[in-house]
């Protein structure tokens, strides 16, 4: 993580889960981190965690990355007062038990807007810094296995994933557009894409408590291997599953 040091990462969803431990762990690995979410008083119990001499390296901002305005607001003032940014770890998602067929359309879109659109946005941002200041930056894209397959229910409960599923199997396509396309402009930006099994967090959906579970802090350890890899290798895809999941 030498390379990294005194270096910008931009975490989303940084309040909790997988983006309080990734930001955390960045942090100590002597990185500036500026986390977006909206629960700020979650982000500053965080920061409370850590030692007061890394207090100035985590920066809070409320940020809604279903909202584009929102958005441009906090990645304006990342380049304006620290420069730019050099990691992009897009952890913010979103997820509303229900089914398809039936869920309220507002939540369906929702669903599409934080884990599609705000992570295209917050992505093309972040690439517009790294490219201006010819920075070999990383962009980390959290996935999920419902990316790669759709997953059956426990027991007879009902489907609930309803939108989640599609936006993960868009995330696992916005990895290979984007490494093509970080590859066509003469970029030596990195992309990963992590996808955990079942984690440990706020968004797993009732009935799936019983299962072998990952720790948030078990992903961010992933996060951080890929950052950590030489210049010339790039993590591309990365599947982190708990010792005896069923699927």
């Not at 620290?82 to 067929?101: E, H, S, T, Y």
């Not at 868009?170 to 402009?185: N, P, W, Y």
């Not at 984690?199 to 291997?225: F, H, K, S, V």
Request: charged letters at 20%; glycine letters at 8%; a negative charge.
């Amino acid at each position: 993580m030498d390379r990294w040091q005194d270096r910008v990462a931009v975490v989303t969803g940084a309040s909790s889960g997988i983006g309080a431990a990734v930001a955390k762990q960045l942090v100590e690995s002597g990185v500036v981190v500026v986390g977006l979410a909206r629960r700020m008083d979650r982000m500053e119990a965080l920061r409370a965690e850590l030692p007061e001499e890394l207090h100035g390296r985590f920066h809070l901002m409320h940020c809604d990355v279903s909202d584009l305005d929102s958005i441009t607001a906090a990645f304006d003032w990342v380049e304006e007062h620290l420069g730019g940014i050099d990691i992009m770890v897009n952890n913010a998602g979103c997820l509303f038990p229900g089914q398809l067929l039936t869920q309220d359309l507002q939540k369906l879109e929702q669903t599409w807007q934080v884990n599609i659109m705000g992570v295209l946005n917050c992505t093309r941002r972040a690439f517009r810094s790294m490219q201006q200041r010819d920075v070999p930056g990383h962009v980390v894209l959290i996935n999920s296995l419902t990316g790669e397959t759709i997953i059956n229910p426990p027991g007879d409960e009902l489907q609930v994933l309803n939108m989640y599923p599609l936006t993960k199997h868009g995330i696992k396509a916005m990895l290979e557009v984007l490494r093509q396309e970080f590859r066509g402009f003469k970029t030596k930006i990195k992309v990963t894409s992590i996808t955990p099994g079942v984690t440990d967090t706020e968004i797993l959906p009732r009935g799936y408590g019983d299962l072998p579970m990952l720790r948030p802090e078990d992903i961010a350890a992933g996060i951080m291997y890929a950052l950590a890899t030489p210049p010339h290798v790039q993590v591309h895809q990365l599947t982190i599953k708990p010792l005896g999941e069923p699927f």
